[in-house]
């Protein structure tokens, strides 16, 4: 019968079968312990003759389960017949049974092929897949239609300067930098409610621990709303299901990474701060007067909120007009607009707000951000027919990965990252 490694102990004295990769060899002479790993976690394989395959080998085994406190699970096979399915090369260039945290990024984002196989690398990409079954199914909850909209686009909606252009026949389009735009359309459409998650693009020059060039955006909109108020609500909502299931079911995950989620409820208690007061409270917290609101007033921000109301999540709202895309809408003094950021962990994870539904006032809002109706026609033909107050938000999947498992880098949460100097492998 085929089994998973986790499962074997449950299997005492059958005859079982399993396939894997040779995770660890121990030779002791009389007796060899060969570890075998699989999607599902580790078995012991006995031997009393000398192991003849290298370490990432992948075999299919057959033997008898036996009981061994010191084994794995409290179980171990007795091999009766081993399959080499593949032969590894016994120069590996990272050992796979070695901590991941022995090496630096670099080294694992240079041989990425083979650190996706360390156990606590592999463990990223196993919670990033419940964290996308976990946002998608709340969505599908709330009665939402998931959407895939293009990513070559014709004209950007983030702000110009950082677009990658790509040759399209006798044209030069670009890499979409949101779905800004799509999701809009697809509001106004009549679905009312849409989600998307998808690959976004930024050539962004620089290198931080927070910028991909290629990241996976969680994206929401949704019809009759009122404010930014009623997104964050919705926010708080999302996260708060999704960290209660990433507790139910990635706890081996979590502790891979020394990691948690926020308890239930936790996201209700997050504070609005307006973006004002945001500076006023960083200025206070670190002692320095802050114009801007940078990585360490975020930082600074998170640890006020973890002490003031338990949680280290801030929701920032009241941005000024000339901080945001030019979709936003405004408020009634047309100084500030109806949008958020979420700092979570001491990073932006998210940005959002309501958006201008309102053909005569998009068209007041173009030159103010240097743009006009010409150069923007398909956008404003969203709201020329009939357009409902609607508004969205946009979330960093990688940032979310990185913040609920401390990653240092941004990098580390993404399979393949892109940055200036790597698009390999
Ligand atoms: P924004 O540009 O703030 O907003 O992006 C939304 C969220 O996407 C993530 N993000 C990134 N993650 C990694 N690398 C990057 N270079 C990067 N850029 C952005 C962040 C950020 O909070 N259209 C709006 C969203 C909306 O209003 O619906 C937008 O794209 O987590």
Redesign the pocket.
Known sequence: MRVLAQDVAKYLNTEVEVFGWVHRIRELGQVNFVILRDRSGYVQLVFHEKPEFTHESVLKVRGRVAANDKAPGGAEIEPSSVEVLSVADPEIPLAIYQEADKYPLEALLDNRVVALRLPKIRAIFELQSSLLRYLSEYMHQQDFFEIKTSKLISTG??GGTNLFAVEYFENKVYLA????FY?EVMVSSGLERVFEISH?Y?A?KHDTP????E?V?F???MAFIESEVDLMNFERGLLDYVFTQVAAHNQAELALWGASVPVAGAMAKAPVVDHEEAKEIITKETGKKVFEIAPEGERALCDWAQREFGVDAVFINGWPRKKR?FY?FPSADGLKTL?F??IFRG???????RRLNDLAMFLDALPKFGLTREGMSDYASIYQYGCPPH??????V???TARILGLLN?KEASPFPRDRKRVRP
């Open positions: 909606t983030e930098q949101s779905p800004q999701k976004a930024r962004e927070r910028h991909l060039n990241y955006s994206d929401v909109e895309p936003t949008s950021d979420l990073l932006e994870i998210t940005s959002g707000g508004g969205g938000f946009a979330i960093g990688e940032r979310l941004v």
